[in-house]
């Protein structure tokens, strides 16, 4: 398979604390890629550095072949990036149909002018069509979800990292979520979806291929069923046979 | 069916704030066949002057949720520059009235992009409180050098001006001539920004009001958009500037200072912010309150004024044409 994003021996610290150390990875195309790990083992920070929000400290990034290490993260997005947050990033005070707007209607892929249909559609697609014309903010938690969600993919990205997307989400959502997470790569929507979650059953249900973080350190890499039996996972997370 | 009531309900609210702008028009374009009193007439003209002030801190704190207290000092430069270019003799000096206006706000536009590049795309980009504290220092800087300036600036006593506001040989520079002559400006102004915010520019800026990390992370390079909207900003601070000291006749050195800079301010959250109207209504409406009240009142206007802007603070958070807009502030 064709690699979209190529990581290679990326570090990021903090003064003296390595949040990320040496970690090389590649995300292929048709791939969900889940990342899991325990809290601190440097997941988010990962994303952080794939979308440019952190500056790298040693290492290298490429997207499409091109070296991105060094972009800003709104020119990461031109390339392709999409990230959706574990706590919503949507316009508070603006219209539901305003935040897709400001999704659609982004300079630099092509999509400048907003088309009222696709929007129509991603409004049907993440089920807010009847509230439309609503403030975000008189959203609940899921829906503003559902909507950032909404927002991110009318960018046309053709990687979409999501950071514990079933977060505060019940379980018919997270289902709905996984669901989504499928299609999206099964009908080339998007090319590759990276997801870190804590929600096993979720990225059971989602990945090809799971990455798990310890200690800023990738310590093993394959299916789900692989890495449950990884004697450095089991040693690291369980200390007792799977 | 939830979506149409939904759509109803916004489409009411935008009505109501339709319905404001018809009054309030018809209300100022009545005003001077109706009063007699030319004085009266001009005072109306002056508060164009400083609406189309109060509009252009509307559009960066309004719209950009970009807070600045020191805007006065793009509005008091300009009439600074006017005053130097047709009062100044030297070089290309003195100017006629109208290109010295038009270079004074070109002037003017040129410092605000220099100093919100620096601000939003320097070593340490600005945010809120940070960017109000440079703007505040910049008037402080400006006033003090107003102050200072001496052969430049006139010092303490400023600059008299001797040229008169004409156009095509019409006196426009008091009474009726200056109100329509304001009026005219504001409305220019008015449907300018209005456009603006309406475009899809306009969303944009305010979504980087509400999210300024999520614009950027949907793809839109954040700083170049708040680089034009200070600069488009400025200019048009300028431009009200400019026509209301030529019109006074005399600039001192608070004309830049941190006192107007707050002032507006006051005008625009009174009005509300991100409404546009709100800022012009709250300008005339709490001017033409202190000028009358300042004259009957002599002691207590100012305590009279200071409670009333509680009061409509507490009642209406979002200022009065953000009430009629947006319904309560939550």
Known sequence: MTAIVEVREVSKSFGGFMAVHDVSFDLSEGEVTGLVGSNGAGKT????????????????????????????????????????????????????????RLGAMRKGRGTDASSPAEID????????????????????????????????????????????PTSGMTRSEAARMADLCRRLVTERTVRAVVVVEHNI???????????????????????????????????AFLGRTV | MLAARSRAASISRSRRVRYAEVIFGVVLLALPFIASDVFLIDRFGRYFTWAIF??????????????????????????????IFTERAGWFLPLPLWPAIGLAVLCVAMFAFLLSTLAFRGPYPMRGVELAVITLAVAYLLEQYARAGGQITGGQNGILFGERLELFGLDMHRGRGFYWLAGIALVVVY????????????????????????????GYDVPSIKIEVFTLSAALAAFGGAFFYVHEGIITPAAVGVAASTQVLLWVALGGRGTLLGPIIGTVVLQHLTATLSGTMLDTWIFVIGALLIVVVVVFPAGVLGFLDRGPAR
């Open chain 1, 45 to 100: 920070t990962l994303l952080n550095l794939l979308y440019g929000r952190l500056e790298l400290s040693e290492g290298r990034i490429s997207f499409d072949g091109s070296d991105i290490s060094d972009l800003p993260a709104h020119q990461r997005v031109r390339r392709g990036l999409g990230m959706v947050f574990q706590h919503t990033t949507v316009f508070p005070e603006l219209g539901v149909r305003e935040n897709l």
């Open chain 1, 121 to 164: 559609a991603m409004l049907e697609m993440i089920g807010l069509t009847a509230k439309q014309y609503d403030i975000a903010s008189k959203l609940s938690h899921g829906e503003q979800q559902w909507l950032e969600i909404g927002m991110v993919l009318l960018t046309k990205p053709a990687l979409l990292l999501l950071d514990e």
């Open chain 1, 201 to 235: 059953d979720f990225i059971r249900r989602v990945s090809n291929r799971v990455l798990v973080m310890h200690r800023g350190t990738i310590i093993a890499s394959g299916t789900i069923d692989e890495v449950q039996h990884d004697q450095a996972v089991r040693d």
């Open chain 2, 54 to 83: 109060a509009i252009s801190v509307d559009l960066i704190w309004g719209f950009g949720g970009v807070l600045t207290f020191g805007h006065a000092a793009f509005f008091g430069a300009s009439g600074y520059l006017v005053a």
């Open chain 2, 191 to 218: 449907v300018l920004v209005r456009v603006f915010v309406n475009r899809r520019i306009g969303l944009v800026v305010r979504g980087i009001r509400e999210n300024e990390d999520r614009v950027d992370l949907l």
